[in-house]
């Protein structure tokens, strides 16, 4: 199956502190990249969908200024959590959709603790 | 509004039993159903998916089971073994709509 890896897997950050995630598409060009959010013991929550060389698209509620994503290449979209705040920490998961319009692999999440 | 609804939240089952997960649908523009399944701390992978043209789809141990007039459907885990113990999320989405629509969730113990 087709490869997606996130970075970092883990990252603690101070209140107010902007943080980075990667998502990359290993083995394989995506043209859409999706950002989702997952508390625990729930489902998954979709926050935005990210293609290549346009601006992304977030699901009502999301905050799009918070919520910064930029999807610069085929194989790399980046969700940045800018001024972070507690209530942030969670666990984000990003999937690339391959072949199948349909087909969406997923990363294997980064966890975010806000202190 | 819930779009998947999926069933039981939690399941417990003997290792070599049948596992099966549930889930319907209201929206009949669903054209793909995929199920994923999850580990603790990890990503969802891709497990198995069906399109409506086919009532049934195989790969190994797992099978998915579409009723379209009911708008359901269904995973079977066949020889259900401990290291099947995770969560389960059945999907749907519709051609031309690059979202899935995820169910709750499954939370699945084979027991030894």
């Known amino acids: 199956g087709a490869v997606v890896s996130q970075h970092p897997s883990r990252v603690i950050c101070k209140s107010g502190t902007s943080v980075k995630i990667e998502c990359r598409s290993l083995d394989f060009q995506a043209t859409t990249m999706f950002w989702y959010r997952q508390f625990p013991k729930q489902s998954l929550m979709l926050m935005a969908t990210?293609?290549?060389?346009?601006?992304?698209?977030?699901e009502q509620g999301v905050e799009k200024d918070k919520f910064l994503i930029n999807h610069a290449s085929l194989t790399l979209s980046t969700l940045t959590v800018t001024s972070a705040h507690p209530e942030d920490s969670s666990f984000y998961i990003c999937s690339a959709r391959w072949t199948s319009p349909d087909t969406q692999y997923f990363g294997p999440g980064t966890r975010l603790t806000v202190l | 509004q819930q779009q998947v609804k999926q069933s039981p939240q939690s399941l417990i089952v003997q290792k070599g039993g049948i596992s099966i997960i549930n889930c319907a649908y209201e929206?009949?523009?669903?054209?793909?159903f995929p199920w994923y399944q999850q580990f603790p701390g990890k990503g969802p992978a891709l497990l198995i998916a069906i399109r409506p043209d086919v009532s049934e789809k195989k790969e190994g141990r797992f099978t998915i089971s579409f009723n379209k007039s009911a708008k359901q459907f269904s995973l079977h885990i066949m020889d259900s073994q401990p290291g099947d113990s995770a969560t389960y999320f059945c999907?749907?989405?519709?051609?031309?709509?690059?979202?899935?629509?995820f169910g709750k969730g499954t939370k699945l113990t084979v027991n030894p």
């Open positions: 990210s293609n290549e060389g346009s601006k992304a698209t977030y």
């Open positions: 999907a749907a989405s519709s051609r031309g709509s690059e979202k899935l629509v």
């Open positions: 929206n009949t523009a669903f054209d793909y």
